[in-house]
């Protein structure tokens, strides 16, 4: 096709795209790169011709790669003198700054990398009426070639050629069956695929703005939707101190603003909150500062509308603190901010906190904002809406207030390139419902343990892909794509599931193979180095310094998600069985896991039989609890080494409880304590004479406590350590 035809023919199916208010998405594949610059750049001038103001472009490429600069700079060259397009230039390490912002078109160069979050994040900002452009290797190429996020896959002992190479597949393939999409080979000059676009006149709704309102007008002016609108409304609810705790919770599909909404809202409350009272104090919280950049931009936004000077703090070019006369919005990481006092509280990406942290923000705020995202890069844990929300809509306590936004913000619903984007990365996978006849057969221990083949699994077999990731998403409270790309490409890791006589998956399993790691690297490890895909090898090696344990191998277990509605029934145990059965055929040496520790959790890998060995020195930023790491042997050989790191790991935690874990949680730590297995007291308990006489003294009252603190302290570690019957 001759370039002349080839624009001609985008830009006529762009109008249309533009009417219905949708995006459509090009991909310029083959190895001539140069040629699919020149088309784009011609592209773009004659946008700009019958453009009514500048176009706002953004170019996304890889900083750390010098063919991708190269092509960044050549695009650049070729633009120079286009003054009606605005370039905006940002590296993917850098891709979460634009999330919040819109652009007219965008650009991704995929020659180097393609990251299945990168995807995710990106792909959400082009609004609707404008264009998608991928640059992409030629696809037989693209195959075989190793990018950036598969390096990261690699490990000692897995390298490149290990690799699967499935995700640049499922990508490929679905480019080819969705809507919307073109693919033209710049190579052979030839159209792999048409866009297929058909009209459907779209028009905008007119907003209504609520009759009686709290806040001003002009709050309101600043809403796209209409279920912005309402959300900004239901804040208002906020405005007045509650007799009992009251929590909004907004949930929506990624790109319905309702960061923005939220942003809005907050302004306008700390408006009337320091007309009120003189100052205003807001908390936002969410698991990362990039979170919540487009919240903090429409809030600083409000208040100038407001007529407020507005001073910005930033972190690493993220906002993270907006202070003007009488009021202070700052971002504290979720453990902070249960720390903090506030007038308000708003979580942003509450899905991504665990359901422990989720409980000590709403016992310590009154006022609280919930925001998740339904489905996208975020994910969306079951914990939050199945053991949090329904825990605090039965407190009698506590008001809650739910709403759900479902009017896209930058373009209009149905929308054929976020179809492709949610079918692609698995965003909207969901288990399927369980029958009576179903949850039968689970009573009955009527299921198997399933080995797919992972082609077929991760290309063929769409259905029960879905059901193993929706059920992956909803039991986990921490989701993204890039997990999916590393069950799919990592030669390391291994996925398994439970399969009832029905065909419906009620547990997804996803393994790792770690250690096999020779003397060598293991005293490197021991001296304070680090490999990739080695946790428990690398924590057991560092803070034990045995070095032959790094020649075991076994599986970390990374994820036991269950069905939702087959919790408690055995499930999970029963796949630790089932793992510990194929790791023994594969003559591995253990099995064990890593996880934020609390009372249900460990009390489910203690009584299936595993040790504790590790706990991490600080509590995670975000989930808030600390890290245990937990081993069982598959060989009698290996015990030995299990209980010498966890008698070393009683040792430390007994004289480590009042600094760093004063906060542990005591019948966690009374837990950690307790093992299987007799073994002599850690702690010998050895008293002076006089120690002796005053904790008899202070055992008749006529002493206090603080006088033999010594001798006490010695007694309980000595009693704690002591596992004798």
């Known amino acids: 096709m001759r370039r002349k035809d080839l624009i001609k023919y985008i830009l006529e199916k762009l109008e249309v795209a533009r009417v219905n208010?949708?995006?459509?998405?090009?991909?310029?594949?083959?190895?001539?790169?140069?040629?699919?610059?020149?088309?784009?750049?011609?592209?773009?001038?004659q946008l700009a011709k019958h453009a009514s103001s500048r176009i706002n472009?953004?170019?996304?490429?890889?900083?750390?790669?010098?063919?991708?600069?190269?092509?960044?700079?050549?695009?650049?060259?070729?633009?120079?003198?286009?003054?009606?397009?605005?370039?905006?230039?940002?590296?993917?390490?850098?891709?979460?700054?634009?999330?919040?912002?819109?652009?007219?078109?965008?650009?991704?160069d995929l020659y180097n990398n393609l990251e299945p979050n990168d995807i995710g994040k990106l792909i959400g900002v082009t609004k609707g009426g404008g264009l998608i452009i991928l640059l992409t290797p030629d696809f037989d190429h693209w195959l075989n070639i190793t990018t950036r996020f598969q390096q990261t896959l690699t490990t000692h002992k897995y390298t490149t050629a290990h690799l699967r190479r499935i995700f640049v597949r499922r990508f490929i393939?679905?480019?080819?069956?969705?809507?919307?999409?073109?693919?033209?080979?710049?190579?052979?000059?030839?159209?792999?695929?048409?866009?297929?676009?058909?009209?459907?006149?779209?028009?905008?709704?007119?907003?209504?703005?609520?009759?009686?309102?709290?806040?001003?007008?002009?709050?309101?002016?600043?809403?796209?939707?209409?279920?912005?609108?309402?959300?900004?409304?239901?804040?208002?609810?906020?405005?007045?101190?509650?007799?009992?705790?009251?929590?909004?919770?907004?949930?929506?599909?990624?790109?319905?603003?309702?960061?923005?909404?939220?942003?809005?809202?907050?302004?306008?409350?700390?408006?009337?909150?320091?007309?009120?009272?003189?100052?205003?104090?807001?908390?936002?919280?969410?698991?990362?500062?990039?979170?919540?950049?487009?919240l903090f931009g429409l809030l600083i936004r409000t208040l100038e509308e407001l007529n407020y000077n507005v001073n910005i703090d930033t972190r690493e070019d993220y906002i993270v603190s907006v202070k003007c006369k009488g009021i202070d919005i700052k971002y504290y990481s979720p453990i902070d901010a249960i720390r903090t006092a506030g007038d308000i509280i708003a979580v942003d990406e509450a899905a991504s906190l665990q359901v422990p942290m989720l409980y000590l923000i709403h016992r310590k705020f009154n006022r609280a904002i919930f925001s998740s995202t339904i489905h996208g890069y975020e994910g969306a844990g079951r914990g939050f809406s199945v053991r949090f929300l329904s825990t605090i809509k039965k407190d009698v306590d506590t008001i809650v207030i739910e709403y759900d936004m479902e009017e896209p913000i930058r373009y209009a619903i149905n929308d054929p390139i976020e179809a492709w984007l949610f079918d692609t990365l698995l965003l909207d996978a969901e288990p399927l419902t369980l029958s009576e006849d179903d949850l039968k057969d689970i009573e009955a221990g009527n299921y198997q343990y399933i080995k797919p083949e992972y082609e077929n699994f991760f290309l063929k077999q769409e259905d029960k892909l879905r059901q193993f990731i929706g059920i992956y998403i909803m039991a986990h409270y921490r989701?993204?794509?890039?997990?999916?790309?590393?069950?799919?490409?990592?030669?390391?890791?291994?996925?398994?599931?439970?399969?009832?006589?029905?065909?419906?998956?009620?547990?997804?399993?996803?393994?790792?193979?770690?250690?096999?790691?020779?003397?060598?690297?293991?005293?490197?490890?021991?001296?304070?180095?680090?490999?990739?895909?080695?946790?428990?090898?690398?924590?057991?090696?560092?803070?034990?310094?045995?070095?032959?344990?790094?020649?075991?191998?076994?599986?970390?277990?990374?994820?036991?998600?269950?069905?939702?509605?087959?919790?408690?029934?055995?499930?999970?145990?029963?796949?630790?069985?089932f793992i510990?059965?194929?790791?023994?055929?594969?003559?591995?040496?253990?099995?064990?896991?890593?996880?934020?520790?609390?009372?249900?959790?460990?009390?489910?890998?203690?009584?299936?039989g595993y040790i504790p060995i590790h706990i991490s020195p600080d509590r995670n930023p975000v989930s808030g609890e600390y890290t245990v790491i937990v081993l069982k042997h598959l060989k009698e050989d290996v015990k030995r080494y299990i209980i010498f790191a966890?008698?070393?790991?009683?040792?430390?935690?007994?004289?480590?409880?009042?600094?760093?874990?004063?906060?542990?949680?005591?019948?966690?730590?009374?837990?950690?304590?307790?093992?299987?297995?007799?073994?002599?007291?850690?702690?010998?308990?050895?008293?002076?004479?006089?120690?002796?006489?005053?904790?008899?003294?202070?055992?008749?009252?006529?002493?206090?406590?603080?006088?033999?603190?010594?001798?006490?302290?010695?007694?309980?570690?000595?009693?704690?350590?002591?596992?004798?019957?």
């Not at 304070?528 to 970390?556: C, E, M, Q, T």
């Not at 005591?666 to 006089?690: G, R, W």
Request: net charge positive.
């Open 57 to 108: 472009l953004l170019y996304v490429y890889h900083a750390f790669y010098e063919d991708s600069v190269l092509r960044r700079d050549t695009f650049s060259s070729l633009l120079s003198k286009s003054k009606r397009v605005a370039i905006h230039y940002v590296s993917y390490h850098e891709a979460g700054k634009v999330l919040g912002l819109t652009f007219d078109h965008s650009i991704l």
């Open 21 to 45: 208010n949708h995006r459509i998405m090009v991909v310029f594949t083959g190895e001539s790169y140069d040629k699919s610059l020149k088309i784009v750049a011609l592209l773009m001038k």
């Open 173 to 294: 393939n679905k480019l080819f069956q969705h809507d919307g999409i073109m693919i033209y080979n710049v190579d052979k000059n030839k159209m792999l695929k048409e866009l297929k676009i058909e009209k459907r006149a779209f028009k905008k709704k007119e907003l209504k703005f609520p009759q009686k309102a709290i806040f001003p007008y002009k709050v309101y002016s600043m809403a796209l939707t209409q279920d912005q609108v309402e959300v900004i409304h239901l804040l208002e609810k906020l405005y007045e101190k509650p007799e009992k705790k009251v929590a909004v919770v907004i949930t929506a599909d990624r790109g319905r603003g309702k960061s923005c909404a939220v942003g809005i809202a907050l302004a306008a409350l700390a408006h009337k909150l320091r007309r009120a009272k003189g100052r205003s104090k807001i908390i936002v919280t969410a698991p990362n500062e990039s979170n919540v950049q487009p």
């Open 580 to 608: 510990e059965e194929e790791a023994k055929a594969r003559d591995y040496d253990w099995v064990g896991a890593g996880f934020g520790v609390n009372r249900i959790l460990l009390n489910f890998w203690l009584k299936n």
């Open 479 to 577: 989701n993204n794509p890039n997990d999916l790309g590393m069950m799919m490409d990592a030669p390391h890791h291994d996925v398994r599931y439970i399969e009832l006589p029905s065909g419906k998956i009620i547990a997804s399993i996803e393994l790792a193979e770690e250690g096999d790691i020779d003397e060598g690297l293991a005293r490197e490890l021991a001296k304070g180095a680090w490999i990739a895909g080695n946790i428990i090898p690398d924590r057991y090696i560092k803070h034990y310094k045995v070095l032959s344990f790094g020649k075991r191998i076994g599986w970390r277990i990374v994820r036991i998600a269950v069905h939702p509605s087959a919790t408690d029934m055995g499930i999970g145990s029963k796949a630790l069985s």
């Open 646 to 725: 966890n008698r070393e790991f009683r040792r430390k935690l007994l004289n480590s409880l009042h600094e760093p874990y004063h906060d542990l949680d005591p019948e966690v730590a009374l837990m950690l304590l307790d093992v299987p297995y007799t073994d002599e007291p850690i702690e010998k308990l050895e008293l002076s004479d006089a120690q002796i006489g005053r904790l008899l003294s202070y055992s008749w009252s006529t002493m206090t406590v603080e006088n033999c603190m010594d001798a006490v302290t010695k007694l309980v570690k000595h009693y704690f350590s002591d596992t004798s019957p």
